[in-house]
């Protein structure tokens, strides 16, 4: 039955464009849609639910008698497509905004819309307001800072290897269509991020051949400079030396392990434990933002579980040997060497101070991507530095020309992609943005819904009941005394519209004469809101409708 109701409601929707009887009548003689219907009411007429048979049955007729009428309607009616109707001899334009509930921006606010209406009320519900950052997010893949075809790319990337896609280096060495042709089959069921062939597809695959291409070269670089910086300066400087020590014997000899058979459940409790470290060092010394926990945590794991060479940029490396030539060219050597040697006792206090020395010396360069690597030039510095250093000359940017897509991380076509800053930035979109905004939008669904109830909206969509027909009765006589009338109410479409509006229509007879039914239909048919009120149901204190005067007279 509930597989019925959805294909019954995909057929009311599909015969509402129809543009001729014939079409519809060949739709349901020929359409699958039809004979899947048809196939349900066989199966229940097996289960001996006649009950639901005939319902199924009525509603599939009455679905195509509406289709018709309606047809024969918008083409007697309607003139000048859908858009303006003729009740006599005046035309009055239709609303075909159909009654819902939404949301939308107003004035900053984030209000409840009536469409077709003026009605609108800023939603106070404390839990959505928290979520303000997401609120002018419009799609889980993208928002001011990541542009749809990083995320792409960045959920590959960590893909790679896994769910049926090649690793790094087998994605090197196949042409651009077929990795062009790989990214279009992964991207294809993930039509909720809103990807769009021939711009997502394409900037992703360039991306992510330049990034495969660095992950082949850069080793434990991959891991940004500040996690790296992190991991080091507490595994050398902090924490109790019979702690680390036995970490070392446990992880020096289950790297091969855990190569060998991916034995990702035992490499997550060593990386829990640790990041639990990692987390009371961040909290205590203050020096590094906790984001960069949990990448320090997969870099020290990382580094004690292939030997303990613990990895340095060419970048570092290189800037920190400008900076002591700098210190010596312009004899500051000495007041470096005496201030560090004052606090190389403490090693937060140490490490703050080389910090600043190396924060004053890069802003005298001319580029911003130095800043980066601050803490692991201080690192480099520190008195008493890790031995066992790897150099790792590995190329960590890469311009990439011919991006398609715009976003302002888009310079003019122009794409500079850095491993260390992009896998950072959408690690944390996808673990804290991505899901924030999924609890964004279901927190929304779920008030519009709790809204819609308490409206009642379904009660205010006209509805002309199955049984009505439009004979001659009501083409030559109500329906032109009704569009006189509504000329004065409401206004006649064009330009003799009527400035001075007001009336007042009264139909008087017995009842089941079809006063409600005639005005239902016109309703329906101009797309009003149609709001029915049963006079005596009010009761005798109700002497306004008027929502400022109805406590008052009630109270009277």
């Keep these: 039955m509930n597989a019925a109701e959805r294909v019954l ?12 009887i014939n079409d519809i009548n060949g739709y349901f003689a020929s359409d699958l849609m039809i004979e899947k219907v048809r196939d349900i009411i066989e199966q229940l007429r097996e289960l001996e639910d006649s009950v639901k048979v005939d319902d199924i049955q009525s509603r599939l007729k009455t679905i195509r008698e509406d289709a018709v009428r309606q047809l024969k309607d918008r083409s007697e009616l309607f003139v000048e497509g859908e858009n303006t109707i003729r009740l006599g001899t005046h035309l009055f334009s239709v609303n075909v905004q159909a009654l819902d509930l939404t949301t939308v921006m107003r004035d900053g606010d984030m209000c409840l819309h009536l469409t077709g209406t003026n009605f609108f009320e800023p939603i106070a519900d404390e839990r959505l307001l928290s979520m303000d ?12 800072n990541v542009y749809r075809g990083e995320y792409l790319a960045y959920q590959m990337l960590r893909s790679l290897g896994t769910d049926g896609l090649p690793t790094a280096e087998a994605m090197l060495k196949l042409t651009d269509e077929e990795r062009l042709t790989i990214v279009q089959k992964f991207m294809g069921p993930r039509y909720t991020e809103s990807y769009t062939k021939g711009v997502h597809d394409a900037d992703a695959a360039n991306m992510l051949a330049s990034l495969a291409r660095m992950q082949q070269t850069i080793g434990l670089l991959k891991y940004h400079t500040r996690a790296r910086a992190l991991g080091s300066l507490y595994w050398h400087s902090f924490g109790e030396k019979k702690t680390k020590a036995l970490m070392t014997a446990r992880l020096s000899g289950v790297g091969a392990i855990f190569q060998a058979f991916n034995d990702v459940e035992g490499k997550s409790q060593y990386v829990s434990e640790i990041r639990a470290w990692l987390t009371a060092f961040a909290d205590e010394a203050g020096l590094f933002d906790e984001e960069y926990v949990d990448e320090a945590a997969e870099y020290l794991f990382a580094e004690l579980t292939v030997g303990g060479k613990f990895a340095v940029g060419a970048v570092a490396h290189q800037m920190a040997e400008e900076f002591r030539t700098h210190l010596k060219r312009n004899d500051f050597a000495t007041a470096f060497e005496e201030s560090v040697s004052a606090v ?44 066992g250093k790897q150099f790792i000359d590995g190329k960590v940017d890469d311009e990439l020309p011919g991006i398609v897509g715009s976003h302002p991380v888009i310079d003019g076509g122009t794409y500079h992609l850095n491993y260390n800053r992009f896998t950072h930035r959408l690690d944390q979109f996808g673990r804290v943005i991505v899901p924030r905004f999924n609890d964004y939008v279901a927190l929304k669904r ?39 009338n509504l000329a004065k109410q409401i206004g006649a479409a064009g330009e003799g519209k009527r400035t001075d509006l007001m009336g ?20 329906n048919r101009l797309g009003l809101i149609f709001m029915k009120i049963n006079g005596p149901a009010l009761g005798h204190n109700v002497t306004s409708l008027d929502p400022s005067e109805t406590t008052n007279a009630g109270a009277r």
């Excluded at 969509?461 to 569009?483: A, D, K, M, Q």
């Design 9 to 20: 409601k995909g057929i009311q929707t599909r015969v509402a464009s129809f543009e001729s």
């Design 344 to 387: 190389h006792r403490d090693a937060v206090s140490c490490f703050v101070l080389l910090r600043n020395w190396v924060q004053a010396f890069v802003a005298t360069k001319d580029d911003s991507t130095l800043s980066d690597y601050i803490d692991e030039i201080s690192l480099i510095l520190m008195p008493g530095k890790p031995d």
């Design 504 to 523: 007042l229509l009264l139909l008087v007879s017995p009842p089941g004469y079809g006063k409600t039914t005639l005005m239902e239909y016109i309703a």
């Design 133 to 144: 950052d997401v609120s002018t997010q419009e799609v889980p893949s993208e928002n001011r």
């Design 446 to 484: 779920d008030i519009v819904e709790s809204h819609r109830e308490d409206m009642r909206l379904d009660e205010f969509r006209p509805r002309v009941l199955t049984s009505f027909v439009r004979n001659r009765l009501l083409n030559e006589v109500y329906l032109p005394l009704i569009g006189d």
